[in-house]
């Protein structure tokens, strides 16, 4: 079965910019989580959706939104982009709490 | 400051040797899953423990879960190459709840 898919792979913007990266999880996997990966940080929590609504929040601005769509499909949006902003966005889903979760590839952002 | 703190930060070890990760937290977790990650991939789950106390195998591979599930271990034996990586744990508080990472544990297997 097709795994987790997030697109694009690459993305290179200018500060002030904003950005929508996508994801489309497994099918019948309701629940997708955003984090973002920096070698200084780790991988840290943005957001989680289920079944459209977004069930958990991260410590993140404002500027950092995603939703969810009936289909499962997920988008996060990054407005006003900052040099600090570049990094890994991974997403992942899952099939049930408590199950593991099932990563994509990420979408590498660059900021310039 | 990280919920989940991860020893050690870096191993680099011969092919055959064995090596531990350790996965520590002052805090409960619900569940506690490891995952390996490779350049320019996501993570890739290993196994997910949720009774404190229990063991997992595979095949090489052996995850420990406290008793208290505050902490967590991965023993791999006779590593390979093909055990490089980046080795992430990971724990929910709750059900459905996010996942804190630790900060990973950078594995070398040279040959």
């Known amino acids: 079965k097709a795994g987790v898919t997030q697109t694009p792979r690459y993305l290179i913007k200018t500060r002030g910019q904003q950005v929508t990266l996508s994801c489309s999880p497994i099918?019948?996997?309701?629940?997708v989580s955003w984090y973002q990966q920096t070698p200084g940080q780790g991988l840290q929590f943005l957001f989680e959706?289920?079944?459209?609504?977004?069930?958990n929040k991260g410590n993140f601005p404002g500027r950092f939104s995603g939703r969810q769509f009936s289909n499962s499909r997920s988008e996060m949006n990054v407005s006003t982009l900052e040099l600090g902003d570049s990094a890994l966005y991974l997403c992942?889903?899952?099939?049930?709490?408590?199950?593991?979760?099932?990563f994509g590839s990420g979408t590498r952002l660059t900021v310039v | 400051t990280q919920l989940l703190e991860q020893s050690p930060q870096f191993l680099s070890i011969q092919e055959g040797e064995n090596l531990t990760v350790y996965c520590n937290s002052s805090?409960?977790?619900?569940?506690l899953q490891w995952y390996r990650q490779e350049p320019g991939e996501g993570p890739v789950l290993l196994v997910t423990?949720?009774?404190?106390?229990e063991v997992k195998k595979l095949k090489r591979l052996t995850f420990q879960f406290g008793d208290a599930r505050k902490d967590s271990s991965l023993h791999i034996t006779a590593a390979q190459p093909g055990d490089t990586g980046l080795y992430l744990c990971?724990?929910?508080?709750?059900?459905?709840?996010?996942?804190?990472f630790g900060g990973g544990t950078r594995v070398l297997v040279k040959p």
């Open positions: 099918s019948g996997h309701r629940s």
């Open positions: 423990v949720v009774t404190g106390g």
């Open positions: 992942a889903s899952s099939l049930a709490d408590d199950y593991g979760y099932t």
């Open positions: 959706y289920f079944s459209e609504t977004q069930r």
């Open positions: 805090s409960v977790f619900s569940s």
């Open positions: 990971a724990g929910a508080r709750a059900a459905g709840n996010k996942l804190t």
